[in-house]
Structures are given as structure tokens and as C-alpha cells.
């Protein structure tokens, strides 16, 4: 009797061993898997210091062709290290597709870029890709440049790009200053977030300021009257704000590229926004 219970505890000793010894394995996987999702160990803030490097990296690094004015916009004044984690967030990106807009425009959505008729559309509701474009784009260097003559020729007016091209962690940069400074509700008012800027497109410049608390200098209002016949557009007309989600920028100029279109959005004056003219929203997802 005795002797056949040693017997058994011997041969369940091993058992128990292996048991053991497969739950510490299990265990130690588990730990691991933990360890590389980020569940344990020192990861919570790191994500949002070293976006903070790579924003300072990347600024310190933008090509020349991103426009000395750039860097006299709000940007200056950002990039705390103590940045509002609001904004690390990625960009709501529109699914790849296509629908059709109540005005009877196909928006097509690929790769995460969206436009109507050949025309690309940021807006609130429609985002690009953070390497969308690296610089101004050529043509609408080349655009600027004509009617910045044909201003100084026709009126002896200056046209200058006041702020040009923001690379998205420059754009990073300015809305987090301005969440910073006046609070999400109101930087969404006066601030596009990362990946919805139009200036992350390559296609638009601020022209000789931006300043929405003094009435337009009259160069100014003249662009407003002219800029269609270069490809450009207004891209935030007055009383336009429901539809663009933007108060009237005067300074803020679109390349198209399609004078023809540029013209119809002019509209003798009476300038329709892209929004209006397409049917399209230009509301953040959240
Ligand atoms: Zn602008």
C-alpha cells in the first residue's frame, strides 16, 4: 500500500513538472506579446515625444521652396514639447470609392486622396495622405508668378506668398499651437488639423498676410476680382463659412489649374466655393 503510493507520487512528480513548466511558457509568451503591443513596459507617452522630435527634425529640415514667410506663421510660437495629444492622432481618412454628390459629382477617393472632375478636395471632411507633397507645386509657382506681373504690371500692385507650403509636421505644429492657445473648438474654427490643411497640398499660398481683423488691402481685392484667370481660386469666399468651414480668408489663394471652372467659381464676382459648387461637407468625422 505504502509502497504503491510512492509509486504514484514519483510518477505524478514529473507530470507536475511539466504543467509547471508549460504555464511558465505560456506565461512568458503572454508577457512578451504584452511587452511588444506596448500593454506593459515604458511606451504610454513615447509616441507623442518622439512625434515631437521628428516635428522639430522635419521642420528644421523643409526645403527652401517652402517659403521664407511660412515660418512667420503661428508655428513659431508651437511646438512645446508639451504638445495637447489631440492632434497625434491620424487623420480620419475617407475609405476608398466613389459616390456621388447631390449635386450629381463623383467624388473618387483612392489611395486616400479625393477629388471631383480632376480637382482635388481637403477640406474637413476629406483629408490627404502626410507625404502628399513636399514643396509648392511648380505649376503653381509658375501661376503665381504671372499673376503676381500681371498685378504689378496692370496696378502696380505686390503680390508676395505670405505662408506657402506646411509639410504635415509643420501643420502639426501650427493647429497645436492654436489648440494651445484658444482651445480645440475655436483652433478648429481658424486652424485646419494635420492632414486636412490645403497648405499640405502644394496648391496654395496665403497672399501678403493673413489677418482676418483688418479689411482687405486693396491689391488684395483685386486678386479676389482676378486670381480665376490665372487657375487660381477664393477658396473661402465670404459668407461661405457654413459650406467651407471657414470664416472669408481673402488672403487664401487654391490652385485648380482649370481657368474654366476658376471663372464659373468666380462667378461675376459672387464667388462659389467648391463645397457649394460640387455638393460636397467639409465636417470633421468626429
Ligand atoms: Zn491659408
Request: include cysteine.
Amino acid at each position: 500500500m505504502q509502497r504503491r503510493s510512492n509509486e504514484r507520487r514519483r510518477k505524478s512528480d514529473p507530470w507536475i513538472a511539466g504543467i509547471v513548466l508549460g504555464l511558465a511558457v505560456i506565461l512568458g509568451a503572454v508577457a512578451i506579446v504584452l511587452w511588444q503591443r506596448g500593454g506593459i513596459g515604458p511606451t504610454a507617452q513615447e509616441p507623442s515625444s518622439a512625434e515631437a522630435a521628428s516635428v522639430s527634425a522635419v521642420s528644421s529640415s523643409l526645403p527652401a521652396i517652402s517659403v521664407a514667410a511660412d515660418s512667420s506663421q503661428p508655428a513659431s510660437s508651437a511646438a512645446p514639447s508639451s504638445q495637447p495629444s489631440v492632434s497625434s492622432a491620424p487623420p480620419a481618412v475617407i475609405p476608398d470609392g466613389e459616390f456621388v454628390t447631390p449635386k450629381g459629382y463623383t467624388v473618387v477617393t483612392k489611395n486616400g486622396i479625393s477629388t471631383v472632375n480632376g480637382v482635388l478636395i481637403v477640406n474637413k471632411t476629406y483629408s490627404i495622405p502626410a507625404n502628399y507633397a513636399s514643396g509648392l507645386s511648380a505649376e503653381m509657382l509658375a501661376a503665381f508668378n504671372k499673376m503676381a506681373a500681371a498685378a504689378k504690371e496692370e496696378k502696380g500692385y505686390t503680390l508676395t506668398i505670405f505662408s506657402g507650403f506646411r509639410s504635415h509636421a509643420n501643420q502639426i505644429a501650427v493647429y497645436n499651437g492654436h489648440v494651445a492657445s484658444k482651445g480645440k473648438t475655436r483652433a478648429d474654427q481658424v486652424s485646419a488639423r494635420p492632414g486636412h490643411s490645403e497648405h499640405e497640398t502644394g496648391l496654395t499660398a496665403d497672399i501678403n498676410y493673413a489677418d482676418s481683423s483688418i479689411a482687405p488691402p486693396e491689391e488684395i481685392v483685386w486678386m479676389d476680382e482676378n486670381c480665376w484667370r490665372f487657375g487660381f481660386i477664393l477658396r473661402y469666399p465670404q459668407g461661405a463659412n457654413e459650406a467651407t468651414g471657414y470664416n472669408f480668408e481673402p488672403w487664401h489663394m487654391r490652385y485648380i489649374g482649370d481657368t474654366v471652372l476658376a471663372q464659373e467659381l468666380y462667378n461675376d464676382g459672387e464667388w462659389i466655393s467648391l463645397e457649394e459648387y460640387f455638393g460636397l461637407t467639409s465636417v470633421y468625422a468626429d
